[in-house]
């Protein structure tokens, strides 16, 4: 009985050196700089957080085996630490994207290759919030205002385009670094001469430049930002 006890212990403690050993906490916290550090809402992170709720799950079982078993405590507290390293980075990736969905809930609404980065739920609470967000400015503010100024995406039934929509600064600068030499990146600031040239990227080199220039390449992963 005690053999079969420590077998599953032994069991346990590799599977968990397994988990920490792959890239996928690592992967979090990259998934949750870019999101930091991005103007715009970025492509949630399905499969990544799926993996991650896992090695959350195997982490919860282990400190409670550890718990109870009499594990020396300083042994358990290491344990406890990663953790809670790992849900802080969780729930701070899931929450960075939430306020971006309040922020930019009308701009989002309407654009379409943003909300398919949503995941399911969020495309729900974004739903919910673009409801709450209206009913709430048409009860507080736009019904008692004239006809043509009614609308919660325009300044008056004469604008032409929703310019009382919040949308996120692309033209914003950040701090980024390359994961492999990169070319032909077409700046996006500077003097109109300057914007015809091609920018480099040498692989590990902090650069400060204009998110909109290096948003395509943010996305495919060639870049992080920091």
């Known amino acids: 009985m005690a053999s079969s006890s420590a077998a599953e212990g032994v069991s346990m403690d590799d599977d968990y050196e397994t988990l920490i ?11 949750w700089r870019n999101e930091k550090a991005a103007p715009e809402i970025l492509r949630y992170e399905s499969k990544l957080v799926s993996r991650v709720n896992k090695v959350i799950q195997l982490m919860e079982e282990i400190v409670e085996e550890k718990s109870s078993g009499g594990t020396d405590p300083l042994s358990v507290s290491l344990y406890q630490m990663d953790l809670d390293r790992t849900l802080f980075l969780l729930r701070s990736y899931l929450r960075i994207r939430i306020q971006k969905i309040e ?3 009308f701009h989002i609404q309407k654009t379409e290759e943003l909300r398919n980065r949503l995941s399911k739920y969020e495309k729900d609470f974004a ?12 009860e507080s503010v736009l019904s008692k205002l004239p006809k043509d100024y009614k609308s919660v995406l325009r300044q008056s039934s004469m604008s032409e385009e929703d310019d009382m929509v919040p949308e996120p600064q692309l033209d914003a600068f950040v701090l980024c670094r390359s994961k492999e030499y990169l070319t032909g990146i077409q700046l996006e600031d500077g003097p ?20 909109k ?14």
Request: glycine letters at 4%; one cysteine or more.
């Open 213 to 226: 220039s290096i948003k395509a390449l943010v996305e495919s992963g060639k870049i992080d930002l920091l």
């Open 127 to 138: 739903k919910m919030c673009e409801n709450d967000l209206e009913q709430h400015l048409d």
């Open 192 to 211: 109109v001469d300057d914007r015809s040239k091609l920018f480099e990227m040498e692989p590990g080199v902090l650069h400060f430049i204009c998110y």
């Open 103 to 105: 922020k930019y809930v």
């Open 21 to 31: 050993a792959t890239t996928d906490v690592e992967l979090l916290k990259r998934a």
